[in-house]
């Protein structure tokens, strides 16, 4: 069975810095796009960025280029969202969300995490 | 990137069809047979629908169809239940291994 298992909850200050991570297991983790998507309370799904755990290859949103690092660690399947200085408007809940044997070339999503809830106030 | 445009809210009775639009530009769903659809109840992640437009995962029911037609694609759940009322999501790919989304449907099953 594929998962995504993402870290837990997050309350954080501004200007603190944070990584979330997302582990994935039951499917060849480095062969699949993987990315994250934001949720802002009681709004839409918006697309940050994606990466290709085997080479590293990251794309990201033009809304998110420069606020926010993908990453993925393909030794222990694992993606990482990281902040060096949020903001109140950080807040929010962020899915992992990977391709797979639908969506190959990241186009889509197959699998997803079950989010994780970050907040931010001082 | 701007998002799709999606229709707030669509409501319809058990056992009636209904289809929820979502308009992009000739640079993302005009330009590629990419559009995906996400399903999502509250408090729960996002499914995936429909992919590559008109296809459905293993698993999701044949009530669920997709379509497109120029800069706009196509939803369409017939013979609406219960369950079916959520939030869905249009999805499409735009070029350069980015995607981006609608702004969301609030489906009604009155």
């Known amino acids: 069975e594929v998962q995504l298992v993402q870290s837990g909850a997050e309350v954080k200050k501004p200007g603190e810095s944070l990584k979330i991570s997302c582990k994935g297991s039951?499917?060849?983790?480095?062969?699949?796009?993987i990315g994250w998507v934001r949720q802002m309370p009681g709004k839409g799904l918006e697309w940050m960025g994606i990466t290709y755990p085997s080479d590293s290859d990251t794309r990201y949103s033009p809304s998110f280029q420069g606020q926010v690092t993908i990453s993925a660690d393909k030794s222990i399947s694992t993606a990482y969202l990281q902040w060096s200085s949020l903001k109140a408007s950080d807040t929010a809940m962020y899915y992992c969300a990977s391709s797979g044997p639908y969506c190959s070339g990241g186009v889509c999503f197959d699998y997803w995490g079950q989010g994780t809830l970050v907040t931010v106030s001082s | 990137q701007s998002a799709l445009t999606q229709p707030a809210s669509v409501s319809g009775s058990p056992g009636q069809s209904i289809t929820i639009s979502c308009t992009g530009t000739s640079s993302d769903v005009g330009s590629y047979n990419l559009v995906s659809w996400y399903q999502q109840h509250p408090g729960k992640a996002p499914k995936l629908m429909i992919y590559?437009?008109?296809k459905r995962p293993s698993g999701v029911s044949n009530r669920f169809s997709g379509s497109k037609s120029g800069n706009t694609a196509s939803l369409t759940i017939s013979g609406l239940q219960a369950e079916d009322e959520a939030d869905y999501y249009c999805c499409s790919y735009a070029g350069s291994i980015t995607v981006v989304f609608g702004g969301g449907t609030k489906l009604t099953v009155l």
């Open positions: 590559e437009g008109s």
């Open positions: 039951g499917y060849r983790f480095s062969s699949y796009w």
